[in-house]
């Protein structure tokens, strides 16, 4: 054996690794920043959610199967924000818990039903809640117009008025179909001061009554509260009107500025379109199941200020196969959707619906630009697009607004994990301390310490000059899982956590075995009569296959409980497969080789010095006995 390969391999291992740690990988910073591995939530602190479950409009909880695939989907979301070891879990019938280290973060987003919908525009009005406010032009505004088109941002912009920015369009792919969506003119008119009910408007507390268990029992109640004049007066109403022209109808729709958004959610949708006092604030509010159900038409807003009637959804979220955040020729950021093949035949069906007009008539307030229908992209209550169909589309399409790369990345994430099966609403979200993790990190290093301490002092007790073998492993195995946590911390985002500190405590009671089968076996190898020199290379290929095995099965245990296991648990088997694989590098790579080295040298060949002990002296046999006599004692 040559033992300076395997010392050279493990030299060439170091200083890849540690190349990795100081100048791969961001490392950025002073020399403290790149020698930091990332730490958990319970020793760094971090961010806790708490969603509450809803599974509809009348509250009642999900299923336990709904709940499971929610968490599942909503692990991958957090997962996508390049961190590790986040714990997603369940918490009653109702509630999941988001636990995520390091900064902290609004996780309110992860949340959200993420139900893509893609429906024609076949109404707009104004979306202030104005009493007075004039309905929106029906006048189409010429090509290359101005008029400020709305965002394509996927969060409500809370002003009164649509985004003057970068109009949003959808596009085909360059080996699409016919033409092009162009960004269609905003349908809100100027901005009026919400209309608030009056002081003597009536309005019955609902505390007062049982809570409503169904749709229709709300919507009964919503009609208590606002009059029988009131949904009277609304229920004739066939479009937006300028209830200037018509004080005693404007006084009647009032109590309709007084309800929230989960009373408006239970009214028809075109009652929701038709009554100017229902603004969006109190839409965009609603729960996303509110308007999730794709046979019935809906009313949506679009930047807080246009609220449109949408057609039933012919497109589906679940029809869209991949979405993704790419930049365009211009070097924009936007959204790419592929469908499935059954989603892109839907996908041009609804586009030649838009283009040709059909189906559904689109009225003439929601005409685009150029006097074509629009399609609104729905996600949850908000309209992220309504871009002017300018042809049939065969191919892929973009959502394209005022993106910056980390609102197009969350908005493709949101759409690629797929859509919750239940509506969640944000309960408590806390920032995590890190002054009771730094005092765990302490005490998780000062057992280490204790533990590889122990080890060390009783392996000088024991072994003696092996000692010093067993002591430089621990020292090498410990450098290589120091510099793998850094490592594996910037490439795939792992945090270690108490828990993972403990796996990596238990892996030195391996590490321990495999020193006390190695030197066990050469001791009997040299009890037997063996020269040290010579006992090396029989003891290593007997004990060899014991280590590996032994190695082996910690392995498969470790992975085993990664695979079963979430959160600090999870952490606790990485550690510890982590740590038994770095340890069996040492074992091939330092261990045998040391040993090969140090079999050459005087102070080895001292049972006193080595700690191996004496040769057995030989047996002495017996002087052969006169068979008669061996009979005759038998």
Not at 195 to 201: G, I, K, L, Y
Not at 287 to 313: H, M, N, R
Not at 398 to 415: C, E, H, V
Request: aromatic share 6%; net charge neutral; proline share 7%.
């Amino acid at each position: 054996m040559r033992p300076g390969r395997q010392l050279a391999v493990l030299g060439l291992i170091f200083v890849v690794l540690y190349l990795l740690v100081f100048f791969a990988g961001g490392a950025s910073g002073g020399l403290k920043d790149r020698l930091e591995p990332k730490l958990g939530l319970d020793l760094v602190g971090g961010t806790r959610l708490t969603l509450e479950a809803t599974n509809s409009v009348d509250g009642r909880p999900p299923t336990a199967e709904n709940l499971e695939e929610a968490r599942q989907i909503i692990e991958s979301r957090v997962n996508a924000f390049g961190v590790a070891e986040a714990e997603v879990v369940t918490e009653g019938n109702r509630n999941i818990v988001i636990s995520l280290p390091g900064e902290n973060r609004d996780l309110t987003e992860v949340g959200s039903a993420a139900e893509l919908r893609f429906r024609k525009v076949l109404k707009a009005a104004d979306g202030s809640g104005a009493a007075t406010a004039p309905p929106p032009a029906a006048t189409p505004a010429p090509s290359g117009s101005a008029t400020p088109a709305p965002s394509g941002s996927a969060k409500p912009s809370g002003s009164a008025a649509p985004s003057g920015s970068a109009a949003p369009k959808a596009t085909a792919s360059p080996s699409g179909g016919q033409g092009g969506m162009a960004p269609a003119p905003s349908a809100s008119a100027s901005a009026a001061p919400s209309a608030t009910p009056s002081a003597a408007t009536p309005t019955p507390s609902a505390s007062a009554e049982p809570v409503p268990q169904s749709v229709e029992e709300q919507r009964k109640a919503v009609e208590q509260k606002v009059g029988a004049a009131a949904w009277a007066a609304a229920s004739g109403l066939q479009a937006p009107a300028d209830l200037s022209a018509d004080p005693s109808l404007a006084e009647k729709l009032k109590p309709f500025a007084g309800l929230d958004a989960r009373e408006v959610a239970v009214l028809p949708a075109a009652m929701q379109f038709n009554v100017p006092q229902i603004g969006c604030a109190q839409l965009d509010k609603r729960p996303p199941a509110s308007i999730s159900a794709p046979d019935q038409q809906v009313v949506a807003c679009e930047d807080g200020a246009a609220k449109y009637l949408l057609d039933q959804a012919k497109v589906l979220g679940t029809d869209v196969e991949d979405a993704s955040a790419v930049l365009d020729q211009t070097s924009q950021w936007v959204v790419s959707l592929d469908f499935s093949g059954p989603g892109q035949d839907k996908w041009t069906n609804l586009t030649r619906e838009a283009f040709n007009n059909t189906g559904q008539a689109c009225d003439a307030t929601a005409l685009g630009q150029d006097g074509k229908c629009r399609v609104a992209v729905v996600l949850d209550n908000e309209i992220v697009s309504s871009p002017e169909i300018q042809g049939v589309l065969t191919g892929n399409s973009q959502i394209t607004g005022n993106f910056t790369q980390k609102d197009a990345s969350a908005l493709a994430g949101q759409l690629r994990y797929g859509a919750l099966p239940v509506t969640f609403e944000p309960q408590e979200q806390q920032n995590v301390t890190a002054t009771l993790g730094a005092s765990h990190l302490r005490a998780g290093l000062l057992a280490a310490g204790i533990g590889m301490a122990l080890v060390i002092i009783y392996s000088f007790f024991y072994y003696r000059l092996l000692g010093s073998v067993i002591f430089l492993s621990l020292i090498l195995s410990a450098l290589l899982v120091f510099g793998a946590l850094v490592v594996l911390g910037r490439q795939i985002g792992f945090t270690l956590t108490l828990a993972g500190i403990a796996g990596m405590i238990v892996s030195l009671g391996v590490a321990a075995d495999s020193f006390v089968i190695y030197f066990e076996r050469l001791k009997d190898e040299i009890r037997e009569g063996r020269s040290p020199r010579s006992a090396v290379p029989r003891a290593w290929i007997r004990a060899r296959r014991t280590i590996i095995s032994a190695n082996a099965i910690t392995l498969m245990s470790a992975v085993v409980l990664y695979v079963v296991s979430v959160g600090a648990v999870k952490g606790f088997a990485f550690a510890l497969g982590l740590a038994t694989v770095l340890d069996l590098v040492v074992v091939f790579l330092f261990r045998h080789p040391i040993m090969t080295m140090f079999a050459r040298t005087s102070a080895f060949l001292s049972p006193r010095v080595s700690g191996l002990g004496r040769a057995l002296p030989p047996r002495t046999a017996e002087p052969a006995k006169p068979r008669n006599q061996r009979v005759k004692e038998a």
